[in-house]
């Protein structure tokens, strides 16, 4: 199948320019510009027109449920949600029930994802049996399926294990993603082992300037560690919405942004972590996030002045490298997986509307900027202008 994606501005990490994109198959095929002679034949055109054409976005944070917790959320409701949000591959943590601890655990969650054929999972492994302080899960035996190691939801107080897993790191090379709370005291005592031991770090949503501030001393002194924002961290302060972490001052936020801005900030990850309505009266912390982080990270970015071009270079091109995968720009010989956006929609998004089967998000009162228009996943539409293909 080839698919001719026309009257577009192309937009990645590598700038802004009008032009035609040809899909064959799963990947890129050409790239044209603006006036460039399409000589090949191809099945179908899909006009862009008044449209920007960017990589589809890496959700590096993620939470889908799926299993033990599927009345919150399966692996097809969260994925048919995140394609609405323009997400095409995801990063979906362990905290499941049971933990993915084991190959044949994650290995279960993989077969559902190609079954459905959405989005691309990678599914985390937890980094420690049973997210326990005792032993490190089989890391050689899983590295093969994934990536990825985290205990996320649990942060690794031990520091025998925390040296365990930094050393593991390197030894199978994957990356390790931390959940650290209390955030500025854990990623103080983290930054200090990755200097000590070696290891290929990333710490999940941070949300305080002193955390920032270290992370700034790390990056100087050459360690390979790389960070997240949350588009809720981003876009407000001092809420009492409960989410781990919480929301922080305005001046945290602020540090944040300037942080995007000076590039130390490296990624953006919606951390979208899915409740029932009586689960969050009960206390649970975590926000609805996959079908409106797009529109809040693009109106904090519009007005910070802060280009579009640097949001697809969080959104997909850093959690691509993070993850060593060839994704997250439009290029030829990529793959085609693409979102078309609409820079100048405004308005405001119903949580009541979502495609998740949670609604837990805080911002329906909000006015927002940008709207996903289609998602198209290796060559193939699945979402369309409001409809899941």
């Not at 802004?16 to 040809?22: C, E, I, N, S």
């Not at 302080?133 to 025998?160: A, C, M, W």
């Not at 926000?287 to 949001?311: P, W």
């Not at 820079?343 to 609604?359: A, H, M, Q, V, Y």
Request: with cysteine.
């Amino acid at each position: 199948m080839r698919r001719l994606i026309t009257n577009v501005e192309i937009v990645d990490s590598n700038g802004r320019r009008p032009g035609k994109v040809l899909i064959e198959d799963s990947r890129i095929k050409k790239v044209y510009k603006e006036k460039g002679m399409v000589k090949s034949s191809f099945d179908q055109e899909i006009d862009g027109r008044g449209l920007i054409l960017m990589p589809g976005f890496i959700d590096m944070h993620c939470h889908l449920r799926e299993p033990g917790f599927e009345y919150k959320e399966t692996i097809e409701s969260g994925m048919n949600a995140a394609l609405k949000g323009g997400y095409t591959s995801l990063v979906a943590m362990a905290n499941t029930n049971p933990i993915m601890d084991s190959a044949e655990l994650i290995k279960e969650n993989l077969d559902k994802s190609k079954a459905l054929n959405l989005c691309q999972l990678i599914q985390v492994s937890a980094l420690t049996k049973s997210f326990g302080d005792q032993e490190l899960v089989d890391v050689k035996n899983i590295r093969p399926l994934t990536p990825v190691f985290s205990n996320d939801g649990v942060s690794v107080f031990s520091e025998k294990l925390m040296i365990a897993g930094l050393k593991a790191s390197i030894e199978e090379n994957f990356t390790l993603l931390t959940h650290c709370q209390p955030e500025t005291e854990l990623v103080k005592r983290d930054l200090k082992l990755l200097e000590e031991y070696g290891g290929h770090l990333h710490i999940c949503h941070i949300s305080k300037k002193d955390t920032l501030d270290l992370i700034r001393l790390a990056k100087a002194k050459g360690l390979d560690v790389t960070c997240e924002v949350t588009p809720h961290h981003l876009f407000a302060s001092g809420m009492d919405y409960k989410v781990n972490p919480s929301f922080r001052t305005y001046p945290d936020r602020r540090a944040l942004i300037e942080g995007i801005k000076d590039g130390m900030v490296d990624m953006c990850g919606t951390d979208h972590a899915p409740h029932t309505q009586e689960d969050k009266t009960k206390g649970a912390p975590g926000i609805n996030n996959f079908e409106m982080a797009f529109s809040m990270y693009y109106t904090v970015f519009k007005q910070n002045d802060i280009g579009i071009e640097k949001l697809s270079e969080m959104l997909s091109l850093k959690p691509a490298s993070r993850l060593g995968i060839k994704a997250g720009l439009i290029k030829e010989n990529y793959p085609a997986d693409l979102v078309l956006v609409d820079l100048n929609w405004s308005g405001k998004i119903d949580p009541k509307t979502f495609i998740s089967k949670s609604k837990n998000n805080p911002f329906g009162n909000e006015t927002l900027s940008g709207q996903i228009k289609m998602t198209i996943v290796g060559g193939e539409v699945k979402y369309d202008n409001g409809s899941l293909v």
